[in-house]
């Protein structure tokens, strides 16, 4: 059975997270990385505590409070302003190379993105990107659920009205690879830093590289 769907994790996969550092860097000398690498781990492992209490709040506000914690881990001072300023960097984030030229090269697939992002969130990026017309959008948000719970891939499913097999699922993040293939997508690692795949007791259908050589079937 061929893949009738391709559906794309937004951050890490499709725009790097890290292109915010930046315009951390201009505000905080030197601590550009530091900032940004907390702001990240902070940003999943909210989510994730709130998922596990059944505690739903929107992805945005989550991404704040990992900002502040990180500002405040780093010993830097913020104000509401630089929170807002470095918030609406979320809205510029780089795409990697080959992203712009996935709808070129995959003329027959429908193009997805399935994010924990809030529309407001992702709108403006795709726009800003020029990619409002490469993919189609699906957010977390509107079922209130998020990846990596089951629930979260069903209301995709639902949404793209395809078979399970009939959808190649990629992203960056291994806990986002590990929920999908659990719940019975085909996934594609983006294994862009060349890491060993964690011991899940689950493994990907493909890894990847990049996005340049998509697996066209299964």
Same mark, same amino acid.
């Given at each position: 059975m061929s893949y009738q769907?391709?559906?794309f994790d937004a951050y890490g996969t499709l725009f790097d997270v890290h292109s915010v550092k930046d315009t951390i860097h201009n505000l905080y000398p030197e601590k550009g990385s530091s900032i940004s690498e907390s702001w990240r781990e902070r940003q999943?492992?909210?989510?994730?505590?709130?998922?596990l209490i059944q505690g739903y709040q929107p992805f945005d506000t989550v991404t704040k409070w990992a900002l502040i914690d990180a500002l405040a881990m780093n010993d830097v001072d913020y104000s509401d302003e630089t929170i807002q300023k470095l918030m609406d960097q979320y809205q510029h984030l780089q795409p990697y190379t080959e992203v712009?030229?996935?709808a070129e090269n995959n003329p027959d697939k429908q193009l997805t993105i399935f994010s924990n #992002?809030?529309?407001?969130?992702?709108?403006? %990026?795709?726009?800003?990107?020029? &990619? $409002?017309n490469t993919f189609s959008l699906l957010s977390a948000d509107d079922a209130e659920v998020y990846k990596p719970h089951p629930e979260a891939y069903q209301?995709?499913?639902?949404?793209l009205n395809q078979q399970k097999e009939e959808i190649l699922f990629f992203s960056s993040n291994p806990w986002d690879i590990a929920g999908a293939t659990h719940y019975g997508f085909h996934?594609?690692?983006?294994?862009?830093? #060349?890491?060993?795949?964690?011991?899940?007791? %689950?493994?990907?259908?493909?890894? &990847? $590289?990049?996005?340049?050589e998509i697996p066209t079937n299964n």
């Open positions: 769907a391709y559906v999943v492992h909210y989510f994730m505590i709130r998922q712009s030229r996935l #992002g809030t529309r407001p969130m992702l709108q403006p %990026l795709l726009k800003n990107n020029q &990619l $409002t209301f995709a499913q639902n949404k996934t594609a690692w983006v294994n862009r830093q #060349g890491v060993k795949w964690p011991e899940l007791g %689950l493994k990907p259908t493909h890894i &990847l $590289t990049d996005l340049q």
